[in-house]
């Protein structure tokens, strides 16, 4: 019995709402005048439109009935002339001789060998302590 309620209370409820919506006559004399208007705005777009129609295909029959005097160009022969102009001649000398100056002499590392005694026992007779100065420094 609950579940059947659920499904009647919308019906019912669609029911009255189609009822209340029914009862009057609407009001289209808005809507007609509306309409009214966008006929007329319609009908003198369609004559703008064949106008300019008509004006595109007499400009295109013009157009193609035109002739344009064609000139002939003639050819003129053009002479490539290749020069190198020299700006400036610089004089090059080539220094075949060397002038000596000052001789240095060459000092040459010569190896020789050195022969050393190593010690291998070292007795500790007594230690001694070296004393050294430290500075400290405060801020």
Do not use: H
Not at 29 to 57: C, H, I, M, P, W
Not at 65 to 88: D, F
């Amino acid at each position: 019995m609950c579940s059947i309620l659920w499904f009647l209370l919308p019906a019912v409820g669609a029911f009255l709402g189609y009822l209340l919506g029914t009862s009057g006559a609407p009001d289209t004399t808005q809507f007609v005048k509306e309409a009214r208007k966008q006929d007329k705005a319609y009908a003198a777009l369609q004559a703008q439109y064949s106008e300019l129609e008509g004006n595109y295909t007499t400009a295109m029959a013009d157009t193609r009935t035109i002739e344009v005097p064609v000139e002939v160009i003639k050819e003129v022969p053009v002479e490539v002339i290749k020069e190198v102009e020299v700006i400036k001649e610089v004089p090059v000398e080539v220094i075949k001789e060397v002038e000596v100056i000052k001789e240095v002499p060459v000092e040459t590392i010569v190896e020789k060998e050195v022969i050393k005694e190593v010690i291998k026992e070292v007795e500790v007779i007594k230690e001694v302590t070296i004393p050294q100065e430290v500075e400290v420094i405060k801020e």
